[in-house]
Structures are given as C-alpha cells and as structure tokens.
C-alpha cells in the first residue's frame, strides 16, 4: 500500500506484450497506404524506447521526427530530424546541432529565437489546427514566410475527417506556389 494524496492506493503492475510481427506488418501496410510519410518518434518511444523505434523508423523513411532539440541527437546521421516542438529561446549553438535538422517554427518570435542562434538550416512552419495546439492561425503564414525565407515545408496536425485539413491544405499550397 501506498499513500497518494492521502489515500491509501494498491500498487498494480501493468505489464504490455506486443506482437511485434504483427505490428510491424501493420505498420508496413499504413505507410505504404499513406505514401510519404514521417514517422514520430518522442518521449521514451511510446514505451518501445527511442533507439527500438528510431530503428523500425528507418524503414519507413530517412526523415524522422523528434519531440525536442534534444532528441534529434538519438537520430543516425543518414537520416534528417524533424523537431516537432518550436525552437524556444534558449537553442544548442548551431555548431552542435546537425546540419540536415529542420526546426520548427509556429511564431514570429520563433524566427528571431532561430536568428539569436545563428541557424542556418532548414525551417517547418507549424501551422495551428482545429485541435488548438501550438503554431501559427493560417493568416499568419503570409508573414512568417516573408520573415523565414529558408522554410520548406509547412505541417498541421489535423483530426481525421476534419473537412478545415482540405481548405487549409489548399491554402498551404497557394503559398508555396506563390513562393516560387
């Protein structure tokens, strides 16, 4: 017995087994369902670990996405790191982070953040969805490409089915095509 905000609480131990032939042809047939994809690897690997999962990862794809600045060192150096969450104030110096990393930005202050740090890589604009995480609202896209010129790609993390993905990705396209 433990004692949890004054409660006294039984200790369970959950245990997970996972068929892992069965998983990996069910990711198998997701990603080649879904053509180009990026797969996520954060945290502690869903419970797989990173290094188990940035393995299965490789499969799929040489572009893998991390969760923080700091997880993209557990990427191999033949694969390029997507940062998920936007550059904050306080970045590695660009020195110590790989070349072929692309950061993320959702807001004008995440460019300045990216410009204190001397970065000169590859930049994602994290667009704001439905779900109401971080990033920028769609009409601010305008103006974080005209601020971020070294951007090339945009991401949004939409729920399925929701009928605002097909317009905002139709506006996502306008905006790279108008770039070029």
Same mark, same amino acid.
């Given at each position: 017995? +433990?004692?949890?905000?004054?409660? @006294?609480?039984?200790?369970?131990?959950?245990?997970?087994?996972?068929?892992?032939?069965?998983?990996?042809?069910? %990711?198998?047939?997701?990603?080649?369902?879904?053509?180009?994809?990026?797969? *996520?690897?954060? $945290?502690? $690997?869903?419970? !797989?670990? #990173?290094?188990?999962?940035?393995?299965?990862?490789?499969?799929?794809?040489?572009?893998?996405? %991390?969760?923080?600045? !700091?997880?993209?060192?557990? *990427?191999?150096?033949?694969? /390029?790191? !997507?940062?998920?969450? =936007?550059?904050?104030? *306080?970045? =590695?110096?660009? @020195?110590?982070?790989?070349?072929?990393?692309?950061?993320?930005? $959702?807001?004008?202050?995440? *460019?300045?953040?990216?410009?204190?740090?001397?970065?000169?890589?590859?930049?994602?604009? @994290?667009? +704001?969805?439905?779900?109401?995480?971080?990033?920028?609202?769609?009409?601010?896209? $305008?103006?974080?490409?005209?601020?971020?010129?070294? !951007? /090339?790609?945009?991401?949004?993390?939409?729920? #399925?089915?929701?009928?605002?993905?097909?317009?905002?990705?139709?506006?996502?396209?306008?905006?790279?095509?108008? /770039?070029?």
């Amino acid at each position: 017995m +433990r004692l949890i905000h004054g409660c @006294k609480v039984k200790a369970v131990t959950l245990q997970l087994s996972v068929d892992s032939a069965a998983w990996g042809r069910h %990711v198998s047939e997701t990603a080649n369902s879904l053509g180009d994809l990026i797969p *996520v690897v954060k $945290g502690n $690997g869903y419970g !797989f670990g #990173r290094p188990t999962l940035i393995e299965h990862a490789k499969k799929l794809s040489s572009d893998i996405a %991390v969760g923080t600045i !700091f997880e993209a060192n557990d *990427v191999p150096s033949d694969c /390029r790191a !997507f940062v998920l969450t =936007p550059v904050g104030k *306080v970045l =590695p110096p660009a @020195k110590n982070l790989a070349k072929n990393n692309v950061l993320t930005i $959702g807001a004008i202050h995440h *460019v300045e953040n990216l410009r204190d740090a001397d970065w000169h890589g590859d930049v994602v604009i @994290k667009l +704001r969805s439905s779900m109401n995480r971080y990033g920028a609202n769609p009409s601010e896209l $305008g103006a974080l490409i005209a601020a971020e010129r070294r !951007f /090339r790609f945009t991401m949004v993390c939409q729920p #399925r089915g929701c009928k605002k993905s097909r317009r905002l990705a139709q506006k996502i396209r306008q905006s790279k095509n108008s /770039r070029s």
